[in-house]
């Protein structure tokens, strides 16, 4: 039973004897082998082999024995079962090194003969470094004999059967989904050949069907534009007073932000000079408080320091007490011996008359007393002057020791006083930092509003700029029309003139139908623009506009039709308004253009400032209904030629197809 541990190709430098030396990349395969018979036990076999050449083969089985004599001869520290995986670990790193420049690890096959024959080879695992070249390992390798190669070779022949069968296996397979794909494939684009006729049969059928419709619609909306351009004059006007007033109310706004903004910049300076202060005082007030805290560190110091002394003179004194009890204790023993010695005396003199026989002797005894006595004054008289001079040492250090509790309770008031006038400055200074605070955010709130003023003055400026150009591009039109309205009077065919009591607008159809009057008129107020009748309005509203009640009059054919109204966001309204509608017979070269307002200024935005003026029920219900002069209703021939384009007023809104 064997083991496969490792089996890659390794870069190995081979080095043989007069020869130079070579790269080349070798499978080294470590493969651990178990054998029980008859004992058991495992073998370790490391196998070199070439796959460009199959003749290339060197083995090595390694025992446990053999690894122990291998570990004795080459010191290594690690065991058998360990031994394989510190191998792969020096291969692999050999393996890395490889791609580097000067690589660290190599793996060397070094063969004592000049060609790699029958001869056995060294392989080594070097560790280069500038200093020298260590080996970590090396292992003899024997080239393999006949029969090993040939059942070497037999083996790599059975694998490759077997990868051989496999494959051709795994190619039915693919061969056999790649048919049924193929048959998938055609019936899908037989179906799609089927959908395709089937949609440009459905396509066609569409494109008549619309272009019917749209041909339908540009009628519709070449009535619809004389209505359109009379409503166009109205709102220009309308605009004008509008925007004129707003321009006013804007500069007058300007000028207050001005203002206020002139304030709040006084405000902030006042508000920095403030900081700067506060700052000043803080600075202060730290140094102030640093300089406290050094002084109470020195005080606390010498406190100390005057507790020691203290205490040491208490002992001094606790010793002077024991010396003078002492002393004492010797007086009141002399004290006593100078009672007794007293008692003597008197009853030696008492005993005196009765022993003047014995005088001599007793006089001898009194001289020897008195001479003791004499010893024992002059002991006391020393003794009282020992005792007075302690009691002034004691004195003295009493009132030393007075004088230092006086200056330590001074100092404890005075640091008491300070630590109250640290504890102040400390409120103080909390006080400032918190209205220093309370400042910073008031100038990050004048600042916040000072930013959104001035972005409401560049949208208000920037507004104005969008209303002077809408304003010049409505002039613009203005005059074009007049221009063309001119051209027309002037023309070939005649046109009836316009009544305003009971028509508002009747104008006659010349016999050009292609051509439309630039007059329009708003329903809610009876007032007309002139627009250019490049004006082409696709769909704009979503029901038709049926003409009906077309009579014919002297100046040319004429048409009544009713237009139908929506207001923004809401159903349909049941406005009518009757027109008759003028076709004047010059030619209009802007009849191809789209021209009208961009979408842009048609455009709500939530940040602008209203226009007043503007009736929002200029598409109300209210009626304004205008009637023509009886007659017999004729119809008007379809225009032909117009282009379609999208709505200038109502971006978005194409032709019904």
């Not at 260590?134 to 070497?152: A, C, N, Q, R, Y």
């Not at 400032?432 to 955010?441: A, H, P, T």
């Not at 972005?455 to 203005?478: F, P």
């Not at 935005?605 to 219900?621: A, H, K, V, Y």
């Amino acid at each position: 039973m064997s083991q496969v541990l490792f089996q890659e190709l390794v870069p190995l430098q081979v080095k043989c004897k007069d020869c130079e030396e070579r790269r080349v990349s070798v499978r080294v395969s470590i493969e651990l082998q178990s054998v029980s018979n008859p004992v058991h036990r495992k073998d370790l076999v490391i196998r070199l082999t070439d796959d460009t050449d199959p003749f290339f083969l060197y083995n090595l089985v390694i025992s446990e024995e053999d690894f122990q004599s291998l570990k004795f001869q080459q010191g290594l520290l690690v065991d058998f079962l360990a031994f394989p995986q510190k191998f792969i670990d020096l291969l692999q790193q050999c393996a890395q090194e490889h791609v580097k420049e000067i690589p660290r690890f190599l793996l060397q096959l070094v063969s004592p003969a000049a060609v790699l024959d029958n001869s056995p080879a060294l392989l080594n695992v070097v560790e280069t470094n500038p200093f020298k070249h260590l080996t970590h390992l090396s292992l003899k390798l024997l080239p393999g004999s006949d029969v090993e190669i040939k059942k070497f070779l037999a083996g790599c022949l059975k694998c490759s059967k077997e990868e051989k069968l496999l494959l051709t296996q795994s190619l039915d397979d693919v061969t056999r989904q790649l048919n049924l794909t193929k048959k998938t494939l055609s019936e899908k684009i037989q179906e799609l050949d089927k959908l395709r006729n089937e949609w440009a049969s459905h396509a066609a059928s569409l494109t008549n069907k619309h272009s019917q419709e749209l041909a339908g619609e540009k009628e519709k909306a070449l009535q619809a534009q004389v209505q359109y351009q009379q409503q166009h004059e109205q709102q220009k006007k309308d605009l004008e007073i509008i925007h004129q007033r707003n321009i006013h109310q804007l500069q007058s706004r300007m000028s207050e932000l001005e203002a206020a903004n002139k304030d709040l910049t006084e405000r902030r300076y006042k508000g920095d000079a403030t900081v700067r202060e506060l700052k000043a005082k803080l600075s202060g007030a730290e140094e102030e408080l640093q300089r406290i805290r050094q002084e109470v560190l020195s005080l606390r110091r010498e406190n100390s320091t005057l507790d020691a002394e203290c205490h040491e003179k208490e002992k001094h004194i606790n010793q002077l007490q024991t010396k003078v009890a002492v002393l004492e204790q010797e007086i009141k023993d002399k004290d006593q011996l100078v009672v007794t010695t007293k008692e003597a005396f008197d009853t030696i003199q008492e005993q005196k008359v009765a022993l003047e026989e014995n005088g001599e002797k007793n006089q001898v005894q009194l001289g020897k007393l008195e001479a003791t006595i004499k010893s024992l004054s002059a002991e006391l008289l020393k003794a009282n002057e020992i005792i007075k001079k302690l009691q002034g040492d004691l004195k003295t250090v009493m009132g030393k020791l007075k004088l230092k509790n006086a200056v330590t309770v001074q100092q404890e008031r005075l640091l008491a006083e300070k630590e109250e006038k640290l504890q102040t400055e400390q409120k103080e200074l909390q006080g400032v930092g918190e209205s220093l605070r309370v400042k910073e955010q008031e100038v990050c709130k004048l600042q916040e509003q000072l930013e959104a003023t001035i972005q409401k003055l560049e949208e208000s400026k920037q507004l104005l700029k969008n209303n002077e150009k809408l304003i010049t591009w409505l002039n613009k039109e203005l005059n074009e029309n007049q221009l063309v309205r001119k051209q027309d009077t002037l023309g070939p065919s005649p046109t009836p003139r316009v009544h305003s009591s009971s028509h508002p607008v009747r104008n006659g159809i010349s016999p050009n139908l292609n051509m439309v009057d630039s007059r329009l008129t708003y329903p809610s107020c009876g007032l007309g623009y002139p627009v250019s009748s490049a004006f082409v309005f696709q769909n704009t509203f979503p029901h038709p506009v049926a003409a009906k009640n077309a009579i014919p009059s002297g100046s040319g054919p004429k048409v009544h039709f009713n237009l139908q109204f929506t207001k923004p966001n809401t159903s349909l309204g049941d406005a009518q308004s009757g027109a008759a509608v003028s076709m004047p017979s010059s030619t209009d070269k802007e009849n191809g253009e789209n021209l009208g307002l961009e979408p842009k200024y048609l455009k709500r935005r939530e940040d602008s400032i209203p226009l007043r003026g503007l009736s929002q029920n200029l598409f109300s219900s209210s009626d304004h209904h205008r009637e023509g002069s009886p007659g017999a209703g004729q119809t008007l021939p379809k225009p032909t030629g117009l282009p379609s384009a999208a709505s200038a007023y109502f971006p978005g809104q194409l032709a019904n197809s």
